[in-house]
């Protein structure tokens, strides 16, 4: 199966590990519309694993390419953005009314946009196989990390803190904070 070492190939190992990632973010998606918010965060950490594996294994085989830069991003939208993003607006969320659901909503459209314009201009400044030594801002997989602790603290804290959390996160992702690259 020599494909799977072509780097001009879309099927190559390392966006096969990306689809695997974004295999876990639609099966967690799914299982949030169910209410089993357990499996949900198992398959969202499955998926964080595969975006680790993906590019340790397109950097080891030279298997970086532009398609890859771009379904790598795809993927992190989808498990490190709009799964912890739903998983809270389904679990904390779900029994607020009138203008509080209002507000939660904007927060959580806030967090969406915010992390997509952070891997948007990751994408544009990115060169397919470097890595910098630094991020600018808070990487997605940090930020999905973050609101996935603030799940875990949403039964100690009121939804406007889950809230306030969900916004500063979500400013962090396109901040000038300097993050120090794994």
Same mark, same amino acid.
Not at 11 to 24: E, G, K, R, S
Not at 131 to 154: E, S
């Given at each position: 199966?020599?494909?799977?070492?072509?780097?001009?190939?879309?099927?190559? #190992? +390392?966006?096969?590990?990306?689809?695997?990632? =974004?295999?876990? /973010?639609?099966? &967690?998606?799914?299982?949030?519309?169910?209410?089993?918010?357990?499996?949900?965060?198992? #398959? +969202?950490?499955?998926?964080?694993?595969?975006? =680790?594996?993906? /590019?340790?294994? &397109?950097?080891?085989?030279?298997?970086?390419?532009?398609?890859?830069?771009?379904?790598?991003?795809?993927?992190?939208?989808?498990?490190?953005?709009?799964?912890?993003?739903?998983?809270i607006f389904q679990a904390v969320y779900?029994?607020l009314e009138g203008i509080a659901l209002?507000?939660?909503?904007?927060?959580?459209?806030?967090?969406?946009?915010?992390?997509?314009?952070?891997?948007?201009?990751?994408?544009?400044?990115?060169?397919?196989?470097?890595?910098?030594?630094?991020?600018?801002?808070?990487?997605?997989?940090?930020?999905?990390?973050?609101?996935?602790?603030?799940?875990?603290?949403?039964?100690?804290?009121?939804?406007?803190?889950?809230?306030?959390?969900?916004?500063?996160?979500?400013?962090?992702?396109?901040?000038?904070?300097?993050?120090?690259?794994?």
């Open positions: 199966m020599p494909f799977l070492w072509n780097s001009t190939n879309h099927f190559n #190992l +390392a966006n096969l590990v990306t689809m695997a990632n =974004i295999t876990c /973010g639609l099966l &967690a998606t799914y299982f949030i519309t169910q209410s089993h918010f357990d499996y949900a965060i198992i #398959l +969202a950490w499955m998926g964080g694993a595969f975006d =680790i594996m993906d /590019g340790k294994i &397109a950097r080891k085989y030279h298997l970086s390419n532009e398609f890859g830069v771009q379904l790598d991003s795809f993927a992190d939208f989808l498990s490190f953005v709009l799964v912890p993003t739903f998983l779900s029994s209002i507000a939660v909503a904007i927060g959580s459209i806030y967090y969406v946009i915010s992390g997509l314009r952070r891997l948007i201009q990751f994408n544009i400044n990115a060169d397919a196989g470097e890595v910098a030594k630094y991020f600018t801002g808070v990487p997605t997989p940090l930020g999905a990390i973050l609101l996935w602790l603030t799940y875990l603290a949403a039964p100690f804290i009121t939804w406007m803190g889950v809230l306030a959390c969900m916004i500063v996160i979500g400013a962090l992702l396109n901040s000038n904070v300097k993050i120090r690259h794994p």
